[in-house]
């Protein structure tokens, strides 16, 4: 009855602000849904927007307050839970805080100040625990001896310098220094940056020694591998999540934000548009800002790729859970601000998208053959794309109106996340990877199929990795025609069963028939 009550308030509030002066009160461009529990975070914002009048006790699930009724998804665990946990409560509670908005609601409780203010013209920082969070207020970070260094910089250690980020404030460096366990590598924590910070003995803003000041909220990123869509979203799924652990402001969704990539490489990537969602800004690099003392009036270092136990890549999931309400929400917040079209599905047909791949390894040389045994059903709406060739926006319009996405083991498949929540991955052959996209697929809460029968699938040659040695990534594959039909036929069981999908294809049937 609550989920029937935050759909209604949802549909109400979406009409309420199509008609509502805009110039009143500047709300963030959100979902409707997400818009009601944005409201219920700032109560008082919500009194200034006289048309809003929803009633809704729904929130996000990181709030201490936020009943498991009312959080935005609950998780799906019929799994077994014997062997891992206690009970099945416990089995749900450990998926919620592994990969949900449990996450979020750990890193906020963890938010400890490094550095305090005595007066507001003072410097601050508070982090989460190994520094893999921190937020600060008017910091200085010199970058003068940046340009004379000889390589490029990514993925490096020692991009700071003792004396290089200061700030004016009380110290902590018992504290401080506790937190350096995660120094392992670039993108695991802040401590390479952080390890060096120290006291400036005036004010930052009044002591003269910054160049550039920087008025404009700025995220910091540590950013993976920008032509790998898995990994480059790695990047964009945390900043997402790193809002809701800032989000102590009404501005915490605003696009008036700057971002700073940590590196001197130019940004380029086929995903750049993704930015779009988080700033109106141009992107920077280090190259924007090197050679000068910044100061940052507010500034946040945001949660990274590569963090132990953290979020997406190295997320430890608990067995017979899915459906994060967090992934879920990162995959609308994209799409909507982006402004994806979206389609209803047919209600006789399937669409399947199938994703044909132009790279040298992992080709199924009988492609055209398992295409034409979809073809000729017709319960199926089929079409073969090459995502390469494509914008990414036009991809994701793709993927969004899909209801199973079929593709070998590669990074396109990251396009899982943005399907409908009713549809299903075909991971051809997983090529002896088989938790990536699973996982990435139960964290999202899309049905997954891959290939069952070792002996139904024909390696073209034992596949010869560059540095030696047989992999299975680095061949081609030829697949038993029959038994791909039965997968497909299956997939589309499963999607036909979702209650999503039921709802979806009901109303389109009705309004077919007005």
Not at 296 to 317: E, K
Not at 318 to 336: D, K, P, V
């Amino acid at each position: 009855m609550l989920t029937l009550l935050i759909l209604f308030n949802a549909l109400q509030l979406s009409q309420i602000l199509a008609q509502s002066n805009s110039d009143v009160v500047k709300l963030p461009n959100l979902p409707s849904d997400h818009l009601i529990r944005y409201l219920n975070t700032f109560p008082k914002l919500k009194k200034q927007v006289e048309e809003i009048r929803v009633e809704s006790r729904a929130c996000w699930g990181h709030e201490r307050n936020c009943s498991a009724e009312a959080r935005f998804q609950t998780p799906h665990c019929p799994g077994e839970h014997t062997g891992w946990v206690q009970s099945k409560e416990a089995q749900v509670q450990t998926f919620y805080y592994q990969a949900d908005f449990g996450f979020i609601q750990q890193q906020l409780s963890e938010l400890t100040p490094q550095c305090m203010p005595k007066y507001l013209s003072d410097s601050s920082l508070e982090c989460t625990r190994y520094l893999r969070f921190c937020r600060g207020r008017n910091l200085l970070i010199d970058l003068r001896d940046l340009p004379q260094r000889k390589e490029r910089i990514r993925y490096h250690m020692d991009v700071l310098k003792p004396g290089q980020i200061l700030g004016h404030c009380e110290l902590n460096r018992t504290r401080l220094q506790g937190e350096m366990e995660h120094i392992g590598s670039a993108l695991q924590s802040w401590a390479p940056e952080l390890r060096y910070f120290d006291v400036l003995p005036q004010p930052v803003l009044e002591s003269g020694a910054c160049d550039l000041v920087v008025n404009t909220p700025t995220f910091i990123m540590k950013i993976d591998a920008t032509y790998n869509m898995y990994h480059h979203f790695c990047d964009f799924f945390n900043l997402y999540a790193s809002l809701f652990v800032n989000q102590s402001h009404p501005a915490a969704f605003n696009t008036d934000v700057q971002i700073l990539i940590w590196e001197t490489y130019p940004y380029d990537s086929p995903f750049r548009d993704t930015f779009k969602a988080f700033t109106q800004r141009p992107i920077w690099t280090l190259n924007e800002v090197q050679g000068k003392r910044i100061c940052f009036r507010n500034v946040v270092l945001p949660l990274l790729p590569r963090m132990i136990f953290g979020l997406f890549y190295n997320t430890p999931i608990i067995q017979g859970c899915s459906n994060s309400g967090l992934f879920r929400a990162f995959s609308e917040f994209i799409l909507h601000r982006l402004q994806i079209p979206y389609r209803p599905p047919p209600v006789r047909k399937l669409r399947i998208t199938y994703l044909s791949r132009r790279t040298k390894y992992r080709q199924v040389l009988n492609e055209q053959e398992l295409l034409a045994r979809l073809e000729a059903n017709e319960d199926y709406e089929v079409q073969r794309v090459s995502y390469e060739r494509l914008s990414f926006v036009d991809q994701l319009e793709i993927t969004r109106n899909s209801d199973m996405l079929i593709g070998m083991h590669g990074a396109g498949l990251t396009h899982l996340l943005f399907l409908p929540n009713w549809a299903c991955l075909f991971e051809l052959y997983n090529c002896e990877d088989p938790n990536c996209y699973k996982d990435l697929a139960r964290l999202r809460g899309v049905h997954y199929v891959t290939w069952e029968h070792r002996d139904l699938v024909y390696p073209q040659d034992e596949g010869h990795h560059p540095d030696g040695g047989a992999h299975a990534k680095f061949t081609n594959y030829r697949f038993d025609a029959d038994e791909f039909e039965r997968l497909v036929a299956q997939a589309a069981t499963a999607v036909r069963a979702h209650k999503d999908y039921q709802q979806a294809t009901a109303a389109l049937a009705q309004h077919d028939e007005l």
